[in-house]
Nanobody
């Protein structure tokens, strides 16, 4: 049984940083895709904050340079480091796992995702 358990997130002032973690069990994320989706109220979940596959990473162009996805294979955990946060980064963030992905094209569709984390709120005050 695959489980993705998220931790981290919370509230921060604009310009600050937060880190999200996603621990995977029962899933070989090193050979599949793992990444982060975000969702605003009334909108679809979209992938773009960071995607990881076979040690390669990809990002939505608008977030590149501020967001960094990384992995600790020993812990089977994926991280999202979010720096220089802006008010518009406020969203629900979800860890996701799915079999195939294009690291160059964003946003990723939620329809591709096979497994989800429980979601965590990130709130950036201006």
């Amino acid at each position: 049984q695959v489980q993705l358990v998220q931790s981290g997130g919370g509230s921060v002032q604009a310009g600050g940083s937060l880190r999200l973690s996603c621990s995977a069990s029962g899933y070989m994320f090193s050979t599949n895709c793992m990444g982060w989706f975000r969702q605003s109220p009334g909108k679809e979940r979209e992938g773009g904050p960071g995607t990881l596959r076979l040690n390669r990473t990809g990002y939505d162009e608008s977030l590149k340079g501020r967001f960094t996805i990384s992995q600790d294979t020993a812990k089977n955990t994926v991280y999202l480091e979010m720096n220089r946060l802006k008010h518009e980064d406020t969203d629900l963030y979800y860890c996701a796992a799915w079999p195939t992905c294009d690291l160059e094209t964003y946003p990723h569709s939620w329809r591709l995702v096979k497994y989800w984390g429980q979601g965590t709120q990130v709130t950036v005050s201006s």
